[in-house]
């Protein structure tokens, strides 16, 4: 591309172009208007004037005969600035006039119609200077002619100003296109440029990049704070996947590990069939943990990849708690805790049962992992209430809780606060928790008791199945009555 | 023995599956895309059907769909990689029988599969008691006794031993019993469900000179009666 073609698509050139095209219009029209009705207006003039000089030109003819019009054109035409004027006999001499030349067809026709004509005035210094006159021709009895007529030079001189001041006006609007093409292209031009080099360096892969905002508040800093802000999310999401890779590769490798020396360990000391036998044993409770992982993950990403509000109903989380209840009162009770619940009956929400299902198991086994105090015994209580409209379910111990520095990285993947891994588990849980809080149009929150740790999502309320349908029918009744 | 018909794309899977199944006694047979195996399984008469749910030229869904409108009530067990929520209740609304998503191991597959088999293909078959050795549960009464005791249980304890006596000699795994029993479809990483076979057990076989109620390491529990 060249300079020229490249400089001629730019939206400032071709704004600039508009403009200019636009006002030269405009100008124009605005220019042939002035000056027709100006035209019109002075063309007027002259005949009223020619008119009225032939009507008295005409009495004193009839009064005094033509020894007196003679004496009178004779007198008038030496007027500074005086009309025209010329009076032939039957034979065409000139009797008496200031005209010098004149074309003779005008003189031969004379039946009193306008006439535009090109003279040359008697007496002038300047010879053969032609200019230009309205005249108006009339027969008078016995032969003679007469003409009077004016000048059309003031006129002519008007037309030309007007003709003079188009062009300079066409010069100024040019001008001035120019002037906003280089303020367009300087200031906004160079914004929408910086613009695509910072996005240029960032589709190079530096996501730190970030646009200027020149905090006036022009639709160009919203632009930028838009794209920003979507750069932001960007980083971030690149980010966590960078982690999640890492910790992948991470959580992985370990029982990966483990297995390879389990069974190079087997295959070295053969111990018969038995210790074969013990061997694959363990290897298959390692490839367990790690298909637990792999399916722990993909739900994730398939609860992560789901439009919000699919796949639910109103849900009776007073029956939903129960249930979980009886399915981890025996297992809470072996461990020597204690389970309450705390939901108020015909509280419903509008979730997916399996899911929320799952994350109050996975609050309830965070618990019985972590949320045991050091002195007494374990107490989880699950409770759901409505607060600002929402649906707050929650699961809370009794136990040291959750430095507050650490309760935004928990959600993350495979974080496991405890170092030594001892418990069993992906460290994925929380991760799926946030995840379907997320789906469910809420989020997952963390609040120290004293003591404990409550953990708690928000979903939307539903109203109970079937209510509200009799309400409908009941109004209608009444209005039939007679 | 079972006769099986796998309907799987990936010959490495398919190979591996049918492997397994014959080595366990079974027949099976297999076929590469859904085309052939509708065709298949509406020609002979097959005990289980293993269903993929991507399949080339027939999707596994339709293959299930287009069998039960020919009247064909094959027990179905649908296996797909797509895994998660929507996508089972999807499955069983096309009238498969049971979902396992991949990955999954054989040990849970081998279960299924049996306790497949072993459902009751109408409401008349369905025994209205279950005994095993000694111990005997009556559907109707609700009532559970063993010799001459009789034995006390929970609303969810009954269920539980339900479905350890429908499936009585065979294998099932945690995740049937969660599925079955208290109708989860997850994973819960604890015990928890140890923890309740455990309570039964101590109904069940505490005091008892012979335990019926055995656990089989890294597959799950199975109720039998060992002393035959």
């Known amino acids: 591309m060249t300079r020229l073609t490249r400089f001629t698509r730019t939206t400032a050139f071709k704004l600039s172009l508009l403009y200019v095209g636009v006002f030269t219009v405009m100008s ?60 032939t006999d039957f034979a065409g001499n000139a009797l008496v006039g200031n005209i010098a030349r004149l074309p003779t067809v005008v003189l031969e026709e004379a039946d009193g119609g306008l006439r535009r004509v090109r003279y040359t005035r008697l007496g002038q210094n300047t010879e053969d200077i032609e200019r230009q006159a309205m005249v108006r021709t009339f027969e008078l009895r016995g032969g003679f002619r007469l ?64 646009l200027s905002v020149a905090g006036n508040n022009d639709e160009f800093d919203r632009l930028a704070v838009n794209l920003n802000t979507m750069l ?36 070295r000391d053969s111990k018969g069939e038995e210790g074969y036998r013990d061997a694959l044993e363990a290897t298959l409770d390692e490839t ?75 609050l309830t086994e965070n618990a019985l992992k972590y949320g045991r105090p050091d002195e007494g015994s374990l107490l989880i209580r699950m409770s759901a209430s409505l607060e600002d409209g ?54 997952l929150r963390f609040k120290n008791e004293t003591p404990g740790l409550s953990a708690r999502i928000d979903l939307k309320r539903a109203e109970p199945d079937g209510s509200g349908s009799g309400n409908g029918q009941g109004g209608k009744t009444g209005d039939e009555a007679p | 023995m079972l006769r099986i018909l796998v309907i799987e794309d990936d010959p490495e899977a398919a190979s591996y599956l049918v492997k397994g199944l014959t080595e366990l006694g079974h027949t099976a047979d297999q076929a590469a895309d859904g085309q052939t195996g509708l065709q298949m399984s509406l020609d002979s008469d097959y005990d289980i059907l293993i269903v993929d749910r991507m399949l080339p ?19 179905v067990l649908i296996l797909s990689a797509l895994g998660q929520v ?53 559907r109707m009464a609700h009532s559970c006794r063993r010799g001459e005791t009789e034995i006390p249980l929970q609303p969810r304890e009954f269920r539980l031993l339900e479905y350890l006596m429908q499936n009585a000699g065979q294998v099932v795994t945690r995740t049937m019993l969660l599925e079955n029993v208290w109708e989860y479809h997850f994973d819960p990483q604890t015990n928890v469900i140890d923890v309740h076979i455990s309570r039964l057990r101590s109904k069940i ?8 109620l055995h656990t089989i390491r890294g597959a799950g529990y199975t109720i039998r009666d060992t002393a035959h």
């Open chain 2, 205 to 212: 076989d505490k005091g008892f000179a012979t335990p019926l």
């Open chain 2, 86 to 138: 929507d996508d089972r209740v999807k499955g069983l609304k096309a009238g498969g029988d049971d979902y396992l998503p991949k990955p999954y191991a054989f040990t849970e597959l081998q279960a299924r599969v049996e306790a497949l088999a072993r459902r009751p293909k109408s409401a008349s078959q369905v025994e209205t008691t279950y005994t095993v050795g000694d111990l005997t549960l009556d």
């Open chain 1, 28 to 87: 124009g029209f605005l220019v042939v208007y002035v000056a027709e009705n100006t035209d019109h207006l002075m063309s007027e003039q002259v005949v009223q004037s020619v008119d009225s000089e032939l009507k008295g030109l005409a009495d004193v003819y009839v009064r005094g005969g033509v020894r007196d019009l003679v004496e009178t054109i004779d007198r008038r035409s030496k007027h500074p600035d005086a009309s025209l004027y010329l009076l």
């Open chain 1, 288 to 362: 367990d943990h790690l298909l637990r992982i792999f399916n722990a993950l993909l739900r994730i990403a398939r609860i992560e990849s789901m439009a919000p509000g699919t796949v639910m109903e109103p849900t009776d989380l007073n029956k939903m708690v129960a249930e979980i209840a009886e399915l981890y009162e025996p297992l809470i009770e072996d461990e020597g805790g204690r389970l309450e619940t705390d939901v108020p009956s015909g509280l419903y929400a509008e979730c997916n049962k399996d899911l929320i299902s799952q994350v109050l198991v996975n």
């Open chain 1, 147 to 210: 003409l009077v007529g004016r000048d059309l030079g003031d006129q002519l001189k008007f037309s030309n100003l007007l003709a003079n001041a188009l062009r300079l006006w066409l010069v100024v609007i040019v001008l001035m296109g120019a002037i906003t093409w280089f303020f367009v292209n300087s200031r906004v031009m160079k914004r929408i440029d910086d613009i695509s080099a910072t996005s240029r360096t960032i589709m190079h892969g530096d996501l730190t990049g970030r």
């Open chain 1, 390 to 443: 929402r649906v707050q379910l929650s699961v809370s111990d009794n136990g040291a809780g959750i430095p507050e520095k650490d309760q935004e990285r928990v959600i993350e993947r495979f974080v496991r606060l405890e170092e030594s891994r001892s418990e069993p588990g992906t460290g994925l849980g929380l991760s799926l928790v946030k995840a379907v809080a997320r789906l469910h149009g809420g989020e």
């Open chain 1, 232 to 267: 932001e999310r960007i980083e971030l999401l690149m980010q966590s996947m960078k982690d999640v890779t890492d910790n992948i590769a991470h959580d992985l490798k370990t029982p990966l590990t483990r297995l390879q020396t389990r069974i190079e360990v087997a295959l």
């Open chain 2, 57 to 75: 030229r027939l999707d596994g869904l339709s293959v299930i769909q287009q069998l039960r409108d020919e009247g064909n009530h094959t027990p």
